[in-house]
């Protein structure tokens, strides 16, 4: 499996967490690392790979044409105009999202984070949100404050188990 990413980045940590959900030792899986999509997608366009982990908006455009067949995705919901099912849809138990988030130094002042998750869900709640997530295949998994924090803590045990499965943490 390939992906545009080094080990414990998104791409390497998908297929691992996807052994483990389908009873694989990940440490079986044979991973190879690519310097991100532009590198990746000669690989699976020449069929050097069995199968490549990615986010669906860096090949938009071969997936459309029909040279890159997508499989599943592993968001909640389906990804709109891809024809594929999601991970948990095909029976496995997986929810992946390559995540981004806007944190602050753990003393911040109430007031202040609650001005930053205000101004960050009034950005969430405009059409120029939507049209970026149109745009770039993008999933809306936007949220704040404790249950942002939460999830970072999921998130962390998540990664730490497969990395130190791996032998990398």
Request: charge should be negative.
């Amino acid at each position: 499996v390939g992906g545009g990413s080094n080990p414990g980045g998104p791409d390497h940590l998908l297929p691992m967490q996807l052994a483990q959900a389908v009873g694989i030792d990940p440490t079986k899986v044979n991973f190879v690392s690519y310097d991100g999509g532009g590198d990746l997608l000669p690989a699976i366009l020449g069929s050097k790979l069995g199968f490549a982990t990615s986010g669906a908006g860096e090949f938009k455009d071969q997936i459309e044409t029909g040279e890159i067949r997508v499989l599943a995705v592993s968001s909640e919901k389906p990804v709109e105009g891809i024809d594929a099912p999601t991970l948990t849809d095909a029976g496995i138990d997986l929810v992946f999202t390559n995540w981004r988030g806007i944190v602050a130094p753990p003393k911040i002042d109430d007031a202040d984070r609650d001005a930053w998750i205000s101004a960050l869900e009034a950005m969430h709640d405009t059409p120029e949100w939507d049209a970026a997530l149109t745009k770039n295949g993008w999933t809306d998994a936007f949220i704040t404050g404790d249950e942002f924090g939460t999830f970072l803590t999921e998130q962390d045990k998540r990664v730490a188990d497969v990395l130190t499965e791996l032998g990398l943490a």
